[in-house]
């Protein structure tokens, strides 16, 4: 064989082999980047995003979830949906969604019992249920995710009888958006008048006694004892001056309410008085509060310190900033001429808000064979939960995470989904005609100039 087919033959083996490698090469990075692919939402408001409780929800699904969204074709609401649950997909492989076009399959739709033209959405899940949603967003989607999953609601018991607000009042200091909130969680939350009771719920997973303005009665607090002993989680909202009775059960357990008011300067700052704290400050080392950035508000607010008690854990959760202290001349504060005294008044940050939880002894712990903590949580302030204020800011959030974390369903605490900010671009007279000049007029006509100028160069110089 001659020398140069040879070496033709030996460049031609080396070739293929290298083209071989690359093409190798780049089929393991498509296949390796397809299994561990990385994104990144640079948009302001997350609008490519799902939020943090969606995204818990989505990674503690253990079963699949077949979800069937019917809605037409070509609409714009199908391509809204089909991007949202895309996102959900790429969170979960536990989730299967299905588009489907009604119009073009009838029977599927019948056969989901779909006879509304809407955009139904159907969550199956096992045995354990359906849940099915006629509007298509995050908030709604991740709420029928958590029930069709949790399987049984909790029973959350909401202590009436001393002048609290109502749950299912509609009123600016009812609680239903509260109560709407923790059913759209799988909650189920009840009224509980416990001196007809006189026990707390065996199915009573967390008791809320939010807002009484009468105190609580000997037997009722006997009652209230009792159930923490067998390991029970409760929260307390208590306002200024109210519930004295309360104070001396709540030491046993390392938390103490003060007998002041809390006036914060910076609530100025956000449109409220002196008599709003902010609270801004947030421990990072409580499930509840971990990960949290929002501003909350509480209206007239106590504070609430914690104290060192023997088999208890206590944790502070919210404080205020240092503008603020804890006025405990509560009498000249209502005449509106108290100020900082630092003999008497404790200056900011100020606690509002703590949680202690109570080992159980061994014995009891071996005898029941739970080992779970009673809890007990506490805030200086119940107004914050109702239906004025619980949609500002970061208010119902605490809330709800507060709760979802005395009812051991710490998956769900984060932060809720929002709606899309909706972030306008106002140009100035000035800006739109730079706008239509330069894209439509200077661009176009320094390419025609430049074209113009080549022909008569090539015409001169053929």
């Not at 009665?217 to 929260?235: F, N, V």
């Not at 008599?275 to 508000?297: E, G």
Request: charged residues 25%.
């Amino acid at each position: 064989m001659p020398r140069r087919l040879r070496l033709s033959t030996r460049y031609s083996v080396n070739t293929g082999i290298l083209i071989a490698l690359v093409v190798g090469i780049v089929i393991i990075i498509e296949i390796l980047s397809y299994r561990h692919n990385w994104r990144k939402d640079f948009t302001e408001n997350k609008r490519h995003s799902l939020a943090d409780q969606t995204i818990s929800v989505l990674q503690d699904l253990s079963t699949p979830v077949e979800v069937t969204v019917f809605i037409p074709k070509g609409t714009p609401a199908y391509e809204e949906a089909k991007r949202l649950f895309a996102l959900y997909e790429y969170e979960s492989e536990m989730l299967t969604v299905n588009m489907v076009d009604p119009d073009l399959e009838p029977g599927m739709a019948l056969e989901y019992d779909i006879r509304r033209y809407g955009v139904p959405v159907v969550f199956l899940e096992g045995e354990r249920g359906r849940e099915t949603i006629t509007t298509v967003d995050e908030e709604q989607t991740t709420n029928a995710l958590i029930k069709v999953t949790r399987g049984e609601k909790k029973s959350i018991y909401f202590l009436s009888g001393h002048g609290e607000p109502a749950l299912d009042d509609t009123e600016m200091g009812g609680l239903s958006i509260a109560k709407k909130m923790l059913q759209d969680k799988n909650y189920d939350p009840q009224t509980l008048v416990l001196m007809r009771a006189e026990a707390v719920p065996e199915d009573c997973a967390v008791l809320v006694v939010c807002g009484p303005q009468t105190d609580i009665t000997e037997p009722e607090l006997e009652a209230i004892e009792r159930y923490i002993d067998r390991r029970g989680r409760i929260l307390f909202l208590i306002d200024p001056e109210t519930v004295s009775s309360l104070k001396s059960l709540l030491e046993k357990y390392g938390l103490v309410l003060g007998d002041d008011m809390v006036v914060d300067r910076l609530s100025r700052l956000f449109g409220g008085d002196y008599l709003t704290p902010v609270l801004t400050t947030y421990s990072s080392n409580h499930a509840i509060t971990r990960n949290f950035s929002l501003a909350s508000f509480f209206p007239v607010a106590r504070s609430v310190s914690t104290t060192d008690t023997p088999s208890v854990r206590t944790t502070w959760l919210a404080k205020t900033g240092e503008g603020s202290w804890a006025e405990s001349n509560i009498e000249d504060l209502k005449k509106g001429i108290a100020s900082f005294d630092p003999d008497t008044d404790r200056p900011g940050p100020v606690t509002l808000a703590a949680v202690s939880e109570i080992e159980a002894r061994e014995d009891e712990a071996e005898e029941s064979g739970n080992s779970k903590h009673a809890a007990v949580a506490v805030f200086g302030d119940s107004d914050f939960a109702t239906n004025a204020r619980i949609t500002l800011s970061g208010n119902s959030d605490m809330f709800v995470n507060t709760v979802n974390w005395l009812g051991e369903e710490e998956t769900l605490i984060a932060i809720r989904p929002r709606d899309p900010k909706f972030s306008p671009i106002i140009l100035t007279p000035v800006e739109a005609r730079m706008v239509l000049f330069l894209p439509v007029i200077a661009l176009p006509g320094i390419v025609l100039i430049a074209g113009i100028y080549v022909f008569m160069r090539r015409s001169r110089h053929p």
